[in-house]
C-alpha cells in the first residue's frame, strides 16, 4: 500500500488515498473538466429527479386515491359518448351537404296516368242533356241524388231490379245506354221518369253521342255496367267503372 503524500492522502502516482477504497469498477472512468459549467446538463438531469423524489402533495394524495381514479375513468367514459355522436352529427350533416349538392341522374318523367285512373275522373257529376224514350230532353241533373248506371252491352236486368230494391225512396235510379233500349231490355218502364212501387223513381236515358261515358273517362262498353252514385249536390261519390251486382256499391248508398 502507498504511503501518504504531501497531497491530502492521496499517492503522487494518482492512485487511491491509504484509507478510502477504489471506485467501483462499473463507473467507467471519471473525468473532472476544468470549467464546471460543462456539467450544466447533469446538474439539471439530478435536479429533476431530486423534483420527483419530493413527497407528494395533498392533493396529488387525493387524485392518486382509487375512488379518484374511478371517478376519473367514469368522467372519461362519460364524455367520450357526447363527443362520438357529435362527431357522428358533423359527418352526416356534411355526408348530406354533399350528398345534395351532387349532382344526381337525370329523374325520368312521371308516367302520365291513363284516362281510366281514379284520380283523372272528375267529382261531379256534368250538366249533360239526355234522350229520354220519347224523345225529349231531359237534364241529367234534374233528380239527385240518384245512382246512374251505364248498361251499354250489359244484360243487367238483375243488377237494375236489385239497385231499385236497394234504394230508398228519395234517391232515383237512372239508366243510360248509347241506342234507345225497349221495357224489357233495359228492365225499366218506357217512360222518361216514372213512379215505381214504394215511391222510387226509375228513368232510362238515351246517350245516343256517349258524352257521359267520355265524361266519366270510362273504357268502352263490355258485358258489365259502369255505376256513378252522385249525391244532391251534383258530387259523385262512388264510381264503379265494372259491376255487375249492387253489392259493389251497396254501402255507399248510405252517403247520398
Not at 244484360?155 to 231499385?164: G, K, P, Q, V
Amino acid at each position: 500500500m502507498a504511503g501518504a503524500s504531501g497531497n491530502g492522502g492521496w499517492s503522487s502516482d494518482g492512485g487511491s488515498p491509504d484509507d478510502l477504497p477504489d471506485l467501483p469498477a462499473e463507473w467507467g472512468t471519471i473525468v473532472i473538466p476544468d470549467d464546471l459549467s460543462e456539467l450544466s446538463d447533469e446538474v439539471e438531469a439530478v435536479r429533476a429527479e431530486l423534483r420527483l423524489s419530493d413527497p407528494p402533495t395533498r392533493w396529488q394524495r387525493l387524485a392518486r386515491r382509487p375512488a379518484m381514479r374511478r371517478l376519473r375513468r367514469v368522467v372519461s367514459t362519460a364524455l367520450r359518448a357526447p363527443v362520438l355522436i357529435i362527431s357522428l352529427a358533423v359527418l352526416v350533416t356534411v355526408a348530406s351537404l354533399f350528398a345534395s349538392a351532387w349532382p344526381g341522374p337525370p329523374r325520368q318523367p312521371v308516367a302520365q296516368r291513363t284516362a281510366t285512373t281514379t284520380a283523372d275522373r272528375v267529382s261531379t257529376l256534368p250538366a249533360l242533356e239526355l234522350l229520354a224514350p220519347d224523345g225529349r230532353t231531359v237534364t241529367l241533373r234534374d233528380r239527385l241524388p240518384a245512382v246512374i248506371l251505364l248498361v251499354d252491352g250489359c244484360a243487367c236486368s238483375s243488377l237494375i231490379s236489385d239497385t231499385i230494391d236497394a234504394v230508398g225512396p228519395e234517391i232515383a235510379v237512372i239508366t243510360v245506354s248509347a241506342a234507345a233500349a225497349s221495357a224489357a231490355t233495359a228492365g225499366t218502364p218506357p217512360t222518361g221518369a216514372t213512379p215505381q212501387a214504394a215511391g222510387k223513381t226509375v228513368r232510362t236515358l238515351h246517350d245516343p253521342t256517349g258524352s257521359l261515358r267520355s265524361h266519366l273517362h270510362l273504357g268502352a262498353p263490355d258485358t258489365t255496367a259502369a255505376a256513378v252514385l252522385v249525391d244532391g249536390r251534383f258530387e259523385i261519390v262512388r264510381l264503379v267503372p265494372r259491376t255487375a251486382s249492387v253489392d259493389d256499391f251497396r254501402p255507399d248508398l248510405a252517403r247520398l
